[in-house]
């Protein structure tokens, strides 16, 4: 398996956060052969590198969306919900009233925010 370079972003992003020690590819593999020798009560067995590394890119962008303490103005979630109001629209034609989604804009606006920092590490990777 050869890194592409929107995975070398990713990695080098939760390397910068502090989520993993370093974003070499050898210590991919020795996350990934430490997953696949644990137990696993819920989820598949074993993991292929490339299931294994896309998990894990999962798991740096929702961790960063929980646990991001930067805060989230009411002006940024009014913005985001008026822009995006297909999003929160039922079939039948009907919105979800904004108090609903408060919290779902907020992990919606950090996950976003968290792939703007990915592209900009894929920009100097695409730049070399």
């Known amino acids: ?52 590394l896309e998990m894990e890119k999962t798991s740096f962008m929702l961790f960063y969306a929980r646990n991001n303490a930067k805060a989230i103005t009411d002006e940024e ?3 985001y919900y008026n822009s995006n109001l297909d999003l929160f629209t039922r079939a039948d034609g009907d919105s979800f009233e904004l108090p609903e989604l408060v919290e779902i804009i907020k992990k919606r606006i950090r996950e976003e925010e968290y792939l703007d920092n990915v592209k900009r590490i894929l920009l100097q990777y695409e730049e070399q």
């Not at 890194?3 to 991919?28: C, Q, R, V, W």
């Open 77 to 79: 979630i009014i913005k």
């Open 1 to 52: 398996m050869t890194l592409t370079n929107i995975d070398k972003a990713h990695l080098k992003f939760a390397a910068t956060l502090g989520y993993i020690d370093s974003d070499d590819f050898a210590h991919l593999k020795q996350r990934w052969a430490r997953y696949n020798e644990q137990e696993h009560e819920f989820g598949p067995e074993y993991l292929s590198l490339e299931a294994y």
